[in-house]
């Protein structure tokens, strides 16, 4: 059974710092894309970064390339999401999913989310 638990959130200020972890477990993230997306209030779930298996290539959305970066740690079976000069339209739940990009937004292998809020 896929399981994937977030963690990380929190509320911070404009230009600040976070770090989410998402726990895998049930399978092995080292053979896996995996992949974060989030919901900001009222809207759809929108992709944000996704690490691909083979050689740990790395993309993003435009909106955080240059601020966001993802990792793994396959010894540990845990991805990363290091979220930096956050703004207010960061704001969001986010979640990791068991998917490259394109299926990162309707797959079901979703955690249950980690709230980012980002207000002076």
């Known amino acids: 059974e896929v399981q994937l638990v977030e963690s990380g959130g929190g509320l911070v200020q404009p230009g600040g710092s976070l770090t989410l972890s998402c726990a895998a477990a049930?399978?092995?993230?080292?053979?896996?894309?995996m992949s974060w997306v989030r919901q900001a209030p009222g809207k759809e779930l929108e992709w944000v970064s996704t690490?691909?298996?083979?050689?740990?290539?790395?993309t993003y959305a435009r909106s955080v390339k240059g601020r966001f970066t993802i990792s793994r740690d396959n010894a540990k079976n845990i991805v990363y999401l290091q979220l930096n000069n956050l703004k207010s339209e960061d704001t969001g739940i986010y979640y990791c999913?068991?998917?490259?990009?394109?299926?990162?937004?309707?797959?079901?292998?979703r955690g249950q989310g980690t709230q980012v809020t980002v207000s002076s």
């Open positions: 049930g399978f092995s993230i080292s053979m896996y894309a």
């Open positions: 690490i691909y298996s083979i050689e740990g290539t790395t």
């Open positions: 999913v068991k998917s490259g990009r394109n299926e990162a937004t309707t797959t079901p292998e």
